[in-house]
Antibody, heavy 128, light 107 residues
């Protein structure tokens, strides 16, 4: 069974950095991209970026550029996301999620899957 | 970047009702739309991918349709456990893979 287990809640002051981990199990780590999504209190889901476990190359949302770094440790099937220069607006629940890749349909075509397995979320609070 | 606009933002309904949520993309995205359900304090759950394919384990009262720019998620007969917030998300071509703003389904 596929699991994504994230690190625990974090409290940081403005200007600090935070690094969240996402340990995967139950599938071959290099087969599926990992997304990072965040949700501020009472708000919707915000896609932050994803990373290829095969190449290690990330792709960030424009809003994440410059402050967010996504990395991997393939030896332990774990993805990381670090956010630097934190502000109060970074207070949110941060999720990692596995990209489901492509599924073969009955007619032989390939269907683009969604984020099929999610971590439990990591609450990051920014407060002075 | 592709923008996803959901409507309505909130919806009141009763058990047994048929409800439809719509999502419009700012450009044509073929069938590259996914739908997620999120209950308060819980992790989002994938309901539907490729616009109309039900994720394994999701009840058949959920259905999806659409292609191009306009998409719908329909719940044929609302159950008490369906009251939640629903999000569409596009996964067309290259990132960013944006979400809609969500539709809160309330009693």
């Amino acid at each position: 069974q596929v699991h994504l287990v994230q690190s625990g809640a974090e409290l940081r002051e403005p200007g600090a950095s935070v690094k969240v981990s996402c340990k995967t199990s139950g599938y071959r780590f290099t087969d599926n991209y990992i997304h990072w999504v965040r949700q501020a209190p009472g708000q919707g889901l915000e896609w932050m970026g994803w990373i290829s476990p095969k190449s290690g190359v990330p792709n960030y949302a424009q809003k994440s550029q410059g402050r967010v770094t996504m990395t991997l440790d393939t030896s332990i099937s774990t993805a990381y996301m670090e956010v630097s220069r934190l502000t109060y607006d970074d207070t949110a629940v941060y999720y990692c999620a596995r990209d489901g890749g492509f599924t073969k349909a009955e007619d032989g075509s390939f269907l683009r899957n969604g984020m099929d397995v999610w971590g439990q979320g990591t609450t990051v609070s920014v407060s002075s | 970047d592709i923008q996803m606009t959901q409507s309505p933002s909130s919806l009141s309904a009763s058990v047994g009702d048929r409800v439809t949520i719509t999502c419009r993309a700012s450009q044509s995205i073929s069938n590259y739309v996914n739908w997620y359900q999120q209950k308060p304090g819980k992790v989002p759950k994938l309901l539907m991918y490729a616009a109309s394919t039900l994720q394994s384990g999701v009840p058949s009262r959920f259905s999806g349709s659409g292609s191009g720019t306009d998409f719908t998620l329909t719940i044929s007969s609302l159950q008490p456990e369906d009251f939640a917030t629903y999000y569409c998300q596009q996964s067309y071509s290259s990132p960013p893979y944006s979400f809609g703003q969500g539709t809160k389904l309330e009693i």
